[in-house]
């Protein structure tokens, strides 16, 4: 069974740092990995979808890696904003060839200004 | 506009009752998902569905019940709610192995 965690389950920094998230997962036989955002009361928003064959994915300042290998993912956020603030989650397969997905808990980032 | 709608955004019942969860989608996506979301557990997933008439339990289906007879709808069902099932619950749709989220509907069962 996919299992997938993700520490620290919060994050405080100051405006303009850059910072990692992480995640892990047990099952490595995925053919991809998906990070989202989810603000307060809201729903989840995808950020970026890391195929197996790729090690990173950019979109604007986020930057995803994947290490199937090792069972480990990372978000990194360049030059932080206030706007950035919210609860990121990375979701992978459940199994091979799986279309559900296991979410890891989230980890709840707040920039300060 | 476009998206994954879900209605209605909150509700609130009694121990009991019947409850019908609404998830309405306009892109045609063929996989759709409903998952509740609790503090302590995540994102849980409770059945999900491949396509028009082919649905299958997730995780956590106990009390529930989809169907799913037109594409662009997939309603969840609690047969009769219990106060274990006050939570979030998302609806969502699939292509291309992204999933797409609705807003949520908030229940809370007295």
């Known amino acids: 069974k996919q299992e997938v965690t993700q520490i620290p389950a919060a994050l405080s920094v100051p405006e303009g740092e850059n910072l990692v998230l992480n995640c892990s997962f047990t099952?490595?036989?995925?053919?991809?990995l998906q990070w989202f955002r989810q603000d307060p009361g809201k729903g989840l928003t995808s950020l970026l979808l890391?195929?197996?064959?790729?090690r990173e994915q950019t979109s604007g300042r986020l930057n995803a890696s994947l290490d199937k290998s090792s069972g480990r993912s990372t978000l990194y956020i360049a030059a932080s904003q206030p706007g950035d603030s919210a609860t990121y989650l990375c979701?992978?397969?459940?199994?091979?060839?799986?279309?559900?997905?296991?979410f890891g808990k989230g980890t709840k980032l707040s920039v300060i200004p | 506009d476009a998206g994954i709608t879900q209605s209605p955004r909150y509700k609130i019942t009694e121990t009991g009752r019947q409850v019908t969860l609404m998830c309405h989608q306009t892109?045609?996506?063929?996989?759709m998902f409903w998952y509740r979301q609790d503090l302590g557990h995540g994102l849980r997933l409770i059945y999900y569905?491949?396509?028009?008439?082919?649905?299958d339990k997730g995780e956590v289906p106990d009390g529930y019940v989809v169907s799913r007879s037109k594409t662009e709808n997939f309603p969840l069902t609690l047969e009769s709610a219990t106060r274990s099932q006050t939570s979030v619950y998302f609806c969502a749709s699939s292509r291309n192995n992204i999933q797409y989220f609705g807003a949520g509907t908030r229940l809370s069962v007295l």
């Open positions: 569905s491949a396509a028009a008439d082919i649905t």
């Open positions: 892109w045609s996506h063929s996989y």
């Open positions: 979701a992978a397969p459940s199994g091979a060839g799986s279309y559900q997905l296991t």
């Open positions: 890391i195929q197996s064959s790729q």
């Open positions: 099952d490595s036989a995925i053919y991809n």
